[in-house]
């Protein structure tokens, strides 16, 4: 039984050829490949490879693709292997009808026009006729082996090339099907799509062309032109490069270049041809590109069986940045613990080529080792401009495309990953220092002094076990430092017995300088409450209603992380002086209290927020949280004029 070529291509894109023979036997990482003891002779030191299409046993020669494996393992014939394999990859099998035989023929005859137009134009490159293209490559810097290795060649103007497809016995039916010619409608002539550009072959894995991608060269527009969408050719499932990059993975000597042997194993998706073409001469030889598109899922799923986690490395401009989003977006759906994404965000005004061309291998290899892990890249693209200065409008639109972005990962357990990872990347922007804030400390010690006047009045050292001592004795106050960890202190241990007061208090939380035992204790609440926050998108997808904050959660979180043995040392320092059956008005009461107390510029700070927050949205939520603070301000006031 035949079947056509195009599907048994598809169906070994489908299955990657260490899945299935994984089924079989057991597989062990060897470099970028894989081994096993053989399955079809019996060994006990493993000879039997698995590369990215092929294997090959060293000990008994067996060798073959993901069809010849199933037909030499499971002693099926050809049809019946097939068959198997569609059903694993949910795919049904054509059956070839005189119509089908019919297409798959024509497909062979458009494939042999794209050779032999793929000879003509690079034969014609080294001709007269092809000057200003070599001088064009001169002056790019690609030298004849890059030429000849990636069938770099020249479309002269008129009708050489379907002069010579004609003579070499081709039909007009299959020279317009192979998307080099379209048939004018006034005349019925064949036109020729290509004519004096530089011609990029765009090839599927074997190297077989599937069309071609033109660059003009002098004016005119557009300057870079691919060809139509035919039967075989579709440019959301082709990577421009990835047939040089296949070659370069079995051949194991390119791996001794003078590149980083961790770079040569870097896949990287660039923008363009010439991209591809200039890092793969200094070295960087899995370099794939879109064809002038973004990238596709189709194109994602065979980076992925290249590698687990591909590098985009895109222009440093604004559309470069546009791109690496829309790519990211494509990918998110798709993306496990198993197969992710990095960015590499090249200087502003760069691009690969220009940075290689520039600064050589090792210019690239800089920026390639500060190339961030997706959370990182994305976090960044997405804040924009907020910083802990922005509006709280800025602010809430950012915890907004968070929520978002990670609520687009199917993945639950890594959606709720990076919903963690990107709020802990807010939590530590808004921790950055404010111009206000820095400024409070004109004013702290003002405040602190005006504290000592009252001190035996109000808090005043935790070790006392009494917030408002009956008897007020004169004794030495501790010093300005012990005076702000005290408070610190306390508004740590708020938020741990009254966590349900972190909605109010969350930014001002984060945003405080503390110690690193505290630290930990903090990092475990905003940790419990980022969960929260995603458990509560779930049960609002659910319809169901808002998510509460217990205490007993919390200590749970923090019992199974870091944190808990610091915790258990404030919880002793503060007990008898905390109440902990507090209502939770009062308990937010006394944490804006303590915060004022701690940072009175810091509070007129939040006041201010507060007051912008409700002018925007006057609704009651933002009232309260705009009284809360005006309250503890003003008790604060009444505090310094009594003391």
């Known amino acids: 039984m035949a079947f056509d070529p195009a599907f048994l291509e598809e169906l070994r894109q489908r299955l990657p050829l260490a899945s299935v023979i994984g089924k079989k036997t057991k597989l062990v990482r060897s470099g ?21 299409d092929h294997f090959h046993c060293y000990g008994c020669g067996a060798h073959g693709d993901v069809i010849s494996f199933v037909m030499q393992s499971e002693g099926r014939n050809f049809a019946e292997s097939v068959e198997s394999l569609a059903a694993q990859a949910g795919l049904k099998v054509p059956q070839l009808s005189p119509a089908s035989e019919q297409k798959s023929k024509e497909k062979k005859d458009a494939i042999a026009v794209l050779e032999a137009a793929s000879h003509f134009f690079q034969r014609q490159l080294f001709e007269e006729n092809g000057r200003s293209a070599r001088e064009y490559l001169a002056k790019r810097g690609v030298t004849i082996e890059s030429t000849k290795l990636f069938g770099l060649g020249w479309s002269p103007k008129g009708s050489h090339l379907a002069d ?12 317009q099907k192979s998307g080099l010619f379209r048939q004018d409608e006034a005349t019925g002539e064949l036109k020729g799509f290509f004519f004096n550009r530089l011609m990029f072959p765009i090839v599927d894995r074997s190297f077989r062309p599937l069309s071609f991608g033109g660059r003009l060269l002098g004016e005119g ?21 990835l047939a040089q990059a296949g070659r370069a993975r079995k051949n194991a000597h390119l791996a001794q270049n003078t590149v980083n042997q961790n770079i040569v194993n870097e896949v990287m998706v660039v923008e363009g041809y010439m991209d591809v073409i200039s890092l793969h001469q200094a070295g960087f030889v899995q370099v794939v590109a879109p064809l002038g598109t973004a990238l596709t ?61 520039q600064y050589g291998q090792s210019g690239l290899l800089q920026v390639l080792e500060q190339a961030q892990s997706l959370a990182e890249s994305m976090f960044l693209l997405l ?9 709280p409008e800025e602010k809430a639109r950012l915890k907004k495309a968070i929520g978002e972005f990670s609520s687009r990962i199917h993945d639950k357990t890594l959606s709720s990953a990076y919903f963690q990872t990107l709020n802990g990347y807010y939590y530590d922007l808004m921790r950055a220092p404010s111009y206000a804030r820095t400024q409070a400390y004109r004013s702290e010690r003002r405040s602190v002094q005006q504290g000592r006047k009252g001190y035996q009045n ?23 430092s ?21 909605n109010d208090v969350e930014e001002a939380l984060c945003r405080l300088d503390i110690p690193p035992a505290l630290e930990k204790i903090r990092k475990a609440v905003l940790g419990f409450l980022v969960d929260s926050h995603s458990q509560q998108r779930g049960q609002q997808k659910a319809g169901q209603g808002e998510v509460c904050l217990p205490r007993e959660a919390l200590l749970q979180v923090l019992k199974q992380g870091e944190g808990y043995q610091e915790w258990e040392a404030l919880d002793r320092t503060v007990e008898g002086v905390l109440p902990k059956e507090l209502e939770v008005t009062n308990a937010v009461a006394w944490w804006w209290h303590f915060y004022g107390l701690l940072s009175r510029s810091a509070l007129e700070e939040e006041l201010e927020k507060a007051k912008k927050a409700f002018i925007t949205n006057p609704d009651s939520e933002h009232q309260n949280a705009l009284i809360r603070r ?14």
């Open 32 to 52: 970028r490949n894989w081994k096993a003891c053989c399955p079809f002779h019996g060994e006990k030191t493993p000879s039997f490879y698995v590369y990215e």
């Open 482 to 502: 012990q005076v702000q960890l005290n408070r610190k202190q306390l508004l740590i241990a708020l938020v741990v017995l009254y966590p349900e007061i972190l």
């Open 164 to 175: 010579f497809l004609k003579a070499e016995g081709f039909t007009s039916d299959s020279m």
């Open 383 to 391: 804040k924009g401009g907020v910083s802990a200065q922005s509006s």
């Open 630 to 643: 005006a309250s503890a301000l003003r008790e604060l006031g009444d505090e310094e004029l009594n003391g």
């Open 458 to 480: 109000r808090v005043t050292q935790i070790g006392s076990k009494s917030l408002f001592p009956s008897v007020a004795p004169r004794m030495p106050l501790p010093p300005e």
């Open 221 to 241: 527009q557009p300057k870079y032109l691919n060809g139509p969408e035919t039967e075989i050719f579709s440019k959301r499932t082709v990577l421009f490069g």
């Open 297 to 357: 899922i189709e194109q994602f799923e065979q980076l992925w069986r290249l590698t687990s986690v591909p590098v985009l490395c895109f222009d440093g401009d604004a559309a470069g940045r546009k791109a690496a989003l829309r790519a990211v977006e494509t990918a998110l759906p798709y993306l496990t613990a198993e197969q992710s994404l990095r960015l590499c965000l090249l200087p502003e005004g760069e691009d690969p080529d220009s940075l290689v061309g």
